[in-house]
T-cell receptor, first 114, second 112 residues
């Protein structure tokens, strides 16, 4: 089945540690996105990528990094510089070229601090 | 600043009733709107979308209404079922080709 796979489902980070969240899609979508979701708040955009080897900062990029070496994959690294990383992280993708297309989401990774 | 918001944070309905979830937006440049459903521990699931050249669009048991005059969006769910219990988000593009702005969500609870 086509879809977006995020792994792991749960992740724990120690102080000073970088952790990487995986996002893979087999929808042949060009654009991919990372969002952070906190309780009682809407989704906030961390990074997005329109094409391979290109990505842009979203609204809350500080403390995060991404790469886009393959069309199917858009991993997110939460660095030690992110002082409040506990959140639910969501990856999304959509076709590019037409702004009137919905983003489709994976089932998220919940990151907690040890 | 521009924002997307919801009038009611929670909504409780009886099974079989119709549900209406509301959303206000303030960015007049928005020309594309989406409703998502999010169940606990899962990612948002696309329900229905609407472009600004329309004022109504229907899907299976759902209808989205868009009132551009007052910048208001609503999602109507007919014959609400227990499986409809979830958080519902609206999102708007603010005229952007790449970015969506999400509301905070309304928690819908369906009582059997």
């Amino acid at each position: 089945d086509g879809g977006i796979t995020q792994s792991p489902k749960y992740l724990f980070r120690k102080e000073g540690q970088n952790v990487t969240l995986s996002c893979e899609q087999n929808l042949n979508h060009d654009a991919m996105y990372w969002y952070r979701q906190d309780p009682g708040q809407g989704l906030r955009l961390i990074y997005y990528s329109q094409i391979v080897n290109d990505f842009q900062k979203g609204d809350i990029a500080e403390g995060y990094s991404v790469s886009r070496e393959k069309k199917e994959s858009f991993p997110l690294t939460v660095t030690s510089a992110q002082k409040n990383p506990t959140a639910f992280y969501l990856c999304a993708s959509r076709r590019w070229g037409d702004s009137n297309q919905p983003q489709h989401f994976g089932d998220g990774t919940r990151l907690s601090i040890l | 600043g521009e924002s997307v918001g919801l009038h009611l944070p929670t909504l409780s309905v009886q099974e079989g009733d119709n549900s209406i979830i509301n959303c206000a937006y303030s960015n007049s440049a928005s020309d594309y709107f989406i409703w998502y459903k999010q169940e606990s521990g899962k990612g948002p699931q696309f329900i229905i979308d609407i472009r600004s050249n329309m004022d109504k669009r229907q899907g299976q048991r759902v209808t989205v209404l868009l009132n551009k005059t007052v910048k208001h969006l609503s999602l109507q769910i007919a014959a609400t079922q227990p499986g409809d219990s979830a958080v519902y988000f609206c999102a708007e593009n603010g005229g952007s080709n790449y970015k969506l702005t999400f509301g905070k969500g309304t928690l819908l609870t369906v009582n059997p």
